[in-house]
């Protein structure tokens, strides 16, 4: 007989919710953004601080926030005493990065859409907070597949963390050797697809209670 729900699972739910309404966010927010044009910008420059699509998107995206924080700390708590090192590290760190995320993000929004560091909040968005985030997302994924690799029970997860490397690593890589009119393709590989999707696969293992029953601590 499987164990009955608790609150804890419930919230990995939450997981879902932060990917459907980021997801949301970027599809409908264009809409208040006359000339948008998704192929060639960045998802950031609809939520840049002077940009027309700035309230809808904020409105849009505050279950992404909100349900993305409550998500990743109920996955934190369960597997705390769980697991081996690298996995447990890997989910800790991505609970960081995207805590750094939402509240670097949010406190420093973009001032314009389409601006590359020409004011303070620009030099504090690009050059102080997207780097850290870039590389704890890059570690914690890479410990997830390391961890998750050594136990049978979580090639899945390291399987689903390797594709979203693989995401991450492309974003990037691709917005530097693809042509302008290409930037905003490759770039929702990072967020969207990878670190949102991958929250969203942790929801799902919290929910289904796949990450609190396998009590060892391997060294």
């Known amino acids: 007989m499987k164990p009955k729900k608790t ?13 459907i309404s980021y997801g949301a966010a970027v599809i409908f927010a264009p809409l208040a953004y006359p ?6 910008q960045a998802v950031s420059d ?13 409105r849009l995206s505050v279950g992404y926030g909100v349900a993305g924080m409550v998500c990743i700390m109920m996955v934190c708590v369960s597997i705390r005493g769980k697991h081996n090192r690298c996995l447990r590290l890997g989910m800790y760190l991505f609970g960081v990065m995207f805590w750094v995320s939402i509240i670097g993000f949010g406190l420093f929004p973009l001032s314009e859409s389409g601006t590359g560091g020409t004011t303070l909040q ?9 780097p850290p985030v870039v590389i704890l997302s890059i570690a914690s994924y890479t410990l ?3 961890g998750g ?13 390797t594709i979203a490397l693989v995401l991450m690593l492309i974003g990037p890589i691709g917005m ?11 770039q929702r590989f ?3 697809i990878s670190v949102n999707g991958f929250l969203a696969t942790l929801g799902l293992y919290l929910f289904m209670g796949k990450l609190e029953d396998d009590i060892n601590i391997p060294t």
Do not use: Q
């Open 122 to 130: 620009d030099i504090v968005h690009v050059y102080v907070i997207t």
């Open 190 to 192: 990072s967020n969207l």
């Open 149 to 161: 690799f050594r136990k049978k029970r979580f090639v899945s997860l390291a399987v689903c963390a």
């Open 46 to 58: 609809l939520s840049a601080a002077t940009a027309p699509s700035f309230v809808l998107w904020t």
């Open 35 to 40: 000339g948008y044009d998704w192929m060639s």
């Open 7 to 19: 609150l804890v699972h419930w919230l990995g739910l939450l997981g879902i919710v932060s990917f």
């Open 144 to 146: 997830v597949m390391i």
């Open 176 to 186: 530097g050797l693809a042509s302008p009119e290409y930037l905003g393709v490759f």
